[in-house]
């Protein structure tokens, strides 16, 4: 068995290519704690299959983990002269 963190970067060039030449009958487990990039999930799922588990940021709030993440978009004021 192979287990890989940060799967959503490191599986998809050179060196994940021979790995998987050089062990053709492992089993390969990824993690990744990235927030999704757009593209990158469709990739990781076709590479590894479907999720064991999730466990995502307000599972690690609820948790007590991680504090709550506040965000507010603001729109700076700009005067050009």
Known sequence: M???DEAHRSQYDTLAA???KALPNASFL???GT???AGEEEETRR???DYVSIYN???SIADGA???LYYE???PELQLT
Request: charged fraction near 15%; proline fraction near 8%; hydrophobic fraction near 45%.
């Open 35 to 37: 927030p999704l990039i």
């Open 47 to 49: 590479v590894f299959g």
């Open 57 to 59: 940021f307000r599972d």
């Open 66 to 68: 991680t504090v709550p």
């Open 30 to 32: 990824g993690f990744t």
């Open 73 to 75: 978009n603001r729109i």
């Open 18 to 20: 021979n790995m998987r």
């Open 2 to 4: 192979v287990i890989t």
